[in-house]
């Protein structure tokens, strides 16, 4: 386990979701500590839906752990045994109401791997159709489609946040997929 070892594990919290534990264990440097270790039992997905006209659709809802609402990437959980292709349609008709004719795996990545074994993944969704939304119950969403320059100027402003969002948008802006205007 690349210099760690587990001496011992207990479950603190366990849900449909997600589990906490607390492991004792010795470290690389070899001192003996606990450590608090979250797994989820979904993967986390996200999809930047990019119009004809250049724009990328945005999120804004309540986030509970943070007391605010915030702009992101639409997204939700997927469970492991779920095709995550299939669960990015899902979440991006659920939140948006749109549906998409072609899709690009653009990244993985793992949000905050110091505590979690989280896994991220994000797809570019174009050829857009709007439809009807599907919220969950826990849901408040405001849908907005934004020109990608006002979209990274808020990722540069700090007015998105969200991890996994900062980073696909980011990407798919180094990989060519946002054509920004300026």
Same mark, same amino acid.
């Given at each position: 386990?690349?210099?760690? =070892? ?12 997600? #589990?906490? !534990? ?12 606990? +450590?608090? +270790? ?16 250049? !724009?990328?659709?945005?999120?804004? #809802? ?26 990015? #349609? ?6 948006? &109401? ?24 994000? +797809? ?25 320059? =006002? ?6 402003? &700090? !007015? ?19 054509? !920004?205007? #300026?």
């Amino acid at each position: 386990m690349s210099g760690w =070892k587990k001496l011992a594990s207990r479950i603190v919290f366990d849900n449909p979701w997600m #589990q906490v !534990r607390e492991d004792q264990v010795i470290n690389p440097g070899g001192g003996q500590n606990n +450590y608090g +270790y979250v797994h989820f039992k979904n993967r986390a997905i996200a999809v930047i839906a990019l119009d004809a006209e250049q !724009r990328v659709y945005l999120v804004q #809802q309540s986030r509970y752990t943070l007391g605010m609402k915030t702009w992101e990437l639409p997204m939700g959980g997927a469970p492991l045994d779920e095709p995550p292709l299939i669960a990015a #349609q899902r979440e991006l008709k659920e939140e948006t &109401g749109l549906t998409a004719d072609d899709w690009t795996t653009l990244m993985t990545l793992h949000p905050s791997n110091s505590i979690t074994d989280e896994v991220g993944i994000a +797809y570019v969704a174009t050829g857009l159709h709007v439809g009807e939304t599907a919220l969950e119950e826990s849901e408040d969403i405001v849908v907005a489609a934004m020109p990608i320059d =006002k979209v990274l100027s808020m990722v540069d402003g &700090g !007015r998105i946040t969200d991890a996994i969002s900062v980073a696909a948008l980011l990407q798919a802006d180094r990989q060519g997929f946002l054509a !920004r205007t #300026q």
